[in-house]
C-alpha cells in the first residue's frame, strides 16, 4: 500500500454502513466475535448491529476514522462519551443464542470492571479488512487518533479481543491490565496507554 492509501480522515455519517461492513469483515475472524456468532449466518445477521451499536457512536462523534483506501476502520470515543450498554444487551439478548449470553454477560462486566474512571480515548472498534491487512493500516489509525490524545495529555484505552492484535498494541504503547477469561469465551486483553506530552 502507498502512503496515500494510508491517509486518515473521518468518516461521514453517511459513509457509516460502507465503514461498518468493513468492520463485520474485519471481525469474521475474530476470537470474541465468532463465539457470540458461531455460524456465519448468526454471524452476518447479528455482528454489523453489535459493532454500530458498541462504537457506532464516534460518527455521530466526529470520532469514526477511516482510511482512503476504505480498508481500515477505527471507532473511538473521545474522553467524556461512554459506551450505552441497554442497546447492546437488547441487541445480544435478541440476536445471541441463550446458552451463551450469561458467559457472554459476565464477560461484558468484566470489561467494564476494568474500563478507566478517568478521561481517556477510549478505542472501542478498530478493523481492517482481511484483504488489506498486513499494510500498516491499523497502525496509520491507530497512530492518528493518539498523536491527538498526546496533544490533550490523555491516556488511551482498549480491548483486545484477538491474541494476534496484542503485539500491535504494545508497539504503539499499550500495557496489558490483565486478562478476562470466562469460561469458554476466548481470553480478552484490556490494555492502557499512559497519558504522554
Not at 470520532?63 to 441487541?91: F, N
Not at 470492571?113 to 491507530?142: M, T
Not at 483486545?160 to 491490565?177: A, T
Amino acid at each position: 500500500m502507498t502512503d496515500a492509501a494510508n491517509e486518515i480522515s473521518k468518516i461521514a455519517t453517511s459513509d457509516q454502513d460502507a465503514a461498518l461492513k468493513t468492520v463485520m469483515l474485519a471481525f469474521s475472524g475474530d476470537p470474541a466475535a465468532r463465539t457470540m456468532y458461531p455460524d456465519a449466518v448468526g454471524y452476518l445477521a447479528g455482528f454489523p448491529g453489535f459493532a454500530e451499536r458498541f462504537g457506532g457512536k464516534a460518527f455521530e462523534l466526529g470520532t469514526a476514522y477511516g482510511t482512503a483506501c476504505g480498508g481500515g476502520v477505527a471507532l473511538w470515543l473521545p474522553p467524556g462519551e461512554h459506551v450505552d450498554q441497554d442497546p447492546i444487551e437488547r441487541h445480544m439478548m435478541a440476536t445471541v443464542d441463550p446458552e451463551r449470553l450469561e458467559e457472554m454477560g459476565a464477560g461484558m462486566a468484566d470489561m467494564a470492571a476494568y474500563h478507566p474512571e478517568e478521561p481517556h480515548w477510549y478505542l472501542a472498534v478498530l478493523g481492517v479488512d482481511p484483504g488489506k491487512q498486513g499494510k500498516g493500516l491499523g497502525g496509520a489509525l491507530l497512530a492518528h487518533t493518539l498523536a491527538q490524545a498526546d496533544a490533550e495529555g490523555m491516556p488511551a484505552y482498549l480491548e483486545s479481543s484477538n491474541p494476534r492484535n496484542v503485539s500491535l498494541y504494545l508497539r504503539y504503547g499499550f500495557e496489558p491490565l490483565g486478562t478476562i477469561d470466562i469460561g469458554g469465551q476466548p481470553i480478552m486483553t484490556p490494555m492502557l496507554r499512559p497519558a504522554r506530552g
